[in-house]
């Protein structure tokens, strides 16, 4: 299964029949870990999450335990309105007729990713990304 991008893109995927070499297959433990935080107040609104992945993989009798990270942070201000998990809580509904009321959300989101390096080259498809 490759791994894709908020956009849907792929942005990595393991060896598998068609693709150069033998394909990769999960042969033993793989470990999830997701925590995630959230705090709201008012108008501000603050998450966080991390998520670690590590899984035993084979390729032929090559082995080795690949472990891939991700995390982001996320702040908003909402102007007009309450933060939630869930998302803006305007104070009062939108009117169009009068243009008042509804809210707007300022965002910023910074996320990374880490993938093991001990994947490439032997257990990535070296055409994806």
Known sequence: MPQRSTGQEVIFSFL???TPGPTTVADGEHVRLSPQGYFYWGPVGLLAEYVLSSQ???VG???????????QAYASYVLGGDASFTG???????DPKTGKGGALELSVRYP??????????????PRAP
């Open 16 to 18: 598998k029949n068609g």
């Open 88 to 94: 803006p809580k305007p104070r009062r509904p939108f």
């Open 112 to 125: 990374g990713l880490d993938m093991d390096d001990d994947a490439f080259p032997l257990f990535a498809d």
């Open 61 to 71: 009798e090559q082995r080795a335990r690949l472990r891939h990270q991700a995390w």
């Open 56 to 58: 035993e993989v084979r």
